[in-house]
């Protein structure tokens, strides 16, 4: 085995020394060779001629029109002119005249008639022209819990007598055109405080209801006009601003 390393390590430095000496172009030459670059040849040297500026011309397609019949014959050619457009006539801006010059309001909500030609006064005074209107309009009061059912008052006591001996000495009898003789418990401006009433006296062994109560009022509005060439007037004071009165402009009515 020791001979055979030897051998193998003499070998392999034998070929090192022969590649040594022997260069690898020269054990394997190419076959393929490539060709020498060509030497670059100035424009100058060379027989070609240099174009420094070139004038590109748009070339126009002439239209060659049709030979006439008539000029082919010895008759003059007469030629058509082209029509004329005529200019457009501007439009005609059509402005509405203003005949209108007011400028109007209400003043409201007013619950007193009083104070309502108080305020129209104050404006008269002014030389504006003013007008009352009024409308009737339902108030909401509350809830109202009520027994009803009687047939007299004779038979609505007798109940107010009943609920005073459990306790209940709250109500007051009630007649009203629809609805006669109700025994009223009271009215409750918060529903559930009502609703609260109405389960106690029906535990009580009474036919307890409630009823959204409305009352109707009049309502005042003074209806003021003027010019809109003068400054426009606000005679409100601050305490009936406070009162929710306001100036409310508004479409002015026919003259």
């Not at 010895?74 to 801006?93: F, I, S």
């Not at 009630?174 to 009433?197: C, H, I, M, T, W």
Request: with cysteine; charged share 25%.
């Amino acid at each position: 085995m020791k001979v055979f390393f030897a051998l193998l390590l003499i070998a392999n430095i034998a070929f090192a020394v022969f590649q040594w000496l022997l260069p690898y172009e020269q054990l394997f030459p190419e076959t393929r060779k490539i060709p020498a670059a060509e030497e670059l040849q100035l424009l100058s040297q060379a027989n070609t001629e240099i174009v420094k500026q070139v004038d590109v011309v748009a070339q126009v397609e002439v239209q060659t029109p049709e030979p006439d019949e008539n000029l082919a014959q010895g008759e003059p050619a007469t030629e058509t002119p082209p029509p004329v457009e005529e200019p457009a006539e501007p439009e005609t801006l059509v402005t509405e005249a203003v005949s209108d010059k007011r400028v109007c309001y209400t003043i409201g909500p007013l619950t007193d008639r009083a104070r309502a030609i108080e305020i129209s006064g104050r404006y008269s005074a002014q030389r504006i022209r003013t007008a009352l209107k009024s409308s009737l309009e339902k108030q909401y009061m509350g809830v109202m819990v009520y027994i009803d059912g009687h047939n007299n008052r004779a038979d609505a006591l007798k109940t107010a007598n009943e609920l005073s001996a459990k306790g209940m000495r709250d109500h007051i009898i009630v007649s009203e055109p629809d609805q006669p003789y109700l025994l009223s418990l009271g009215v409750f401006g918060l529903k559930k405080n009502a609703d609260r009433l109405m389960f106690r006296v029906q535990k009580l062994g009474f036919p307890a209801k409630t009823e959204a109560r409305y009352r109707e009022r009049t309502i005042y509005w003074v209806y003021a006009e003027q010019s809109s060439e003068d400054e426009l007037q606000r005679l409100l004071k601050t305490a009936e601003f406070d009162d929710g009165i306001s100036q409310i402009p508004t479409q002015c009515l026919p003259s």
